[in-house]
């Protein structure tokens, strides 16, 4: 079962971290069709939200075919979002492993790698708009300089 954290400092809703804790998990395969997501009072008493916070993520996981609500039996995962590629045992996965370890022995803390991974990630595949997914860049890919990233709230206000 998924274990939710919650980073109140991010700038990202409560829910919307919730939502992609669970696309992270599918992604890895430490959930799998047919696994129950903890109910919202599991979650609740887990990391202290509001329980309407968390049948909203729960809604967009069923919105977006991932998850299935089954009255009084809870929320089970539809389909999964694994590649071979990414599963635990893959080659990359391992490589990954050991870049990480290179990053903290030269001294780098955690931001600091996904800092560097986030701009490698940027550098490669094309950043969409917040509603559509990441896909690969049509042509040259953008230099570091020409991204333009922005934050839910700076999206909100201009709503």
Same mark, same amino acid.
């Given at each position: 079962?998924?274990?939710?954290?919650?980073?109140?400092?991010?700038?990202?809703?409560?829910?919307?971290?919730?939502?992609?804790?669970?696309?992270?998990?599918?992604?890895?395969?430490?959930?799998?069709?047919?696994?129950?997501?903890?109910?919202?009072?599991?979650?609740?008493?887990?990391?202290?939200?509001?329980?309407?916070?968390?049948?909203?993520?729960?809604?967009?996981?069923?919105?977006?075919?991932?998850?299935?609500?089954?009255?009084?039996?809870? +929320? #089970?995962?539809?389909?999964?979002?694994? &590649? =071979? $590629?990414?599963? /635990?045992?893959? @080659?990359?996965?391992?490589?990954?492993? !050991?870049?990480?370890?290179?990053?903290?022995?030269?001294?780098?803390?955690?931001?600091?790698?996904?800092?560097?991974?986030?701009?490698?990630?940027?550098? +490669? #595949?094309?950043?969409?708009?917040?509603? &559509? =997914? $990441?896909?690969? /860049?049509?042509? @040259?890919?953008?230099?570091?300089?020409? !991204?333009?990233?922005?934050?839910?709230?700076?999206?909100?206000?201009?709503?």
């Amino acid at each position: 079962m998924i274990a939710f954290r919650i980073d109140r400092r991010s700038g990202v809703a409560t829910y919307l971290q919730l939502v992609h804790q669970v696309r992270q998990a599918l992604r890895l395969g430490a959930l799998e069709p047919g696994d129950r997501l903890p109910t919202a009072r599991e979650v609740v008493a887990a990391v202290a939200i509001n329980p309407n916070t968390v049948l909203r993520a729960y809604r967009e996981l069923e919105r977006e075919g991932l998850v299935e609500p089954r009255p009084g039996q809870g +929320t #089970f995962v539809q389909r999964s979002l694994s &590649r =071979a $590629a990414a599963g /635990a045992d893959s @080659p990359l996965r391992a490589e990954a492993v !050991v870049w990480v370890a290179r990053a903290r022995a030269a001294g780098l803390e955690r931001e600091d790698v996904e800092a560097l991974a986030e701009a490698v990630l940027d550098e +490669t #595949f094309y950043v969409a708009p917040a509603d &559509r =997914a $990441a896909t690969p /860049a049509p042509g @040259p890919t953008p230099s570091p300089e020409r !991204v333009v990233r922005r934050s839910p709230q700076s999206m909100e206000e201009d709503t």
